[in-house]
Each structure stands twice: as C-alpha cells, then as structure tokens.
Nanobody
Framework: QVQIVESGGGLVQPGGSLRLSCVAS????????MAWFRQGPGKEREVVAW??????????RDIMKGRVTISRDNAKDTVSVYLEMNNLKPEDTAVYYC?????????WGQGTQVTVSS
C-alpha cells in the first residue's frame, strides 16, 4: 500500500524556521526523484523543490530559493524526504506535501500545515 506521511509543520513567526519531514513507502520511491509541493489558501498546488533519486542533485523554484534545502534518506523499504525552511514569510503559509517526480503522482498524503504569522 502506497503511503506518504508528512509532518513538521506548525505556526511560526516571520523570519522563523521549520524542518518538514515526509516518509514515503509502498513502492520503489528510492529509485525516483522526490519533490516538495505546497498549496496556499485559494491557490493551486505548486512545486517548491525536488531532489534526485540518490540525493546528489537538487533544484529549487524561485519562490523559496535560497531559503530552503531539500534532502533525502533512502532506506530499504521507505524514503524520507526533508525540507529545511528558513526566513519564512507570511506568503509561505500553505499546506506542504511531498510526492514523487513522475508522469503520475502517487496518492497524496494529508500534508502538513505551515502558518507564518506574527
């Protein structure tokens, strides 16, 4: 059974930091690039950053470039993907999700809510 579980979100003040985690299991995630996405209030889901299957290569969209770092750990049956976020801004408020980078997404997890507010 394919499962993705995100965690680590919360309420943080502008300029604060959070570290998001995602555990993906149930298929060969370790052979796939993985990405973090976010969906803000009233907005469409958008990609934030992605990491190659072995963690050697990363890419970031301008929306959070310079403020986030994506990384991953591949275990035998699961993949953990992390998103270190710094200098958070109110416009970063969103539900954050991770998923594979492929022609078709795996079933989405519940996401983790990040709220940036003073």
């Amino acid at each position: 059974q394919v499962q993705i579980v995100e965690s680590g979100g919360g309420l943080v003040q502008p300029g604060g930091s959070l570290r998001l985690s995602c555990v993906a299991s149930g298929m060969a995630f370790s052979s796939l690039a993985m990405a973090w996405f976010r969906q803000g209030p009233g907005k469409e889901r958008e990609v934030v950053a992605w990491v190659s299957h072995n963690g050697a290569s990363t890419n970031y969209r301008d929306i959070m470039k310079g403020r986030v770092t994506i990384s991953r750990d591949n275990a035998k049956d699961t993949v953990s993907v992390y998103l270190e976020m710094n200098n958070l801004k109110p416009e970063d408020t969103a539900v954050y999700y991770c998923n594979r980078v492929a022609a078709h997404f795996a079933p989405w997890g519940q996401g983790t809510q990040v709220t940036v507010s003073s």
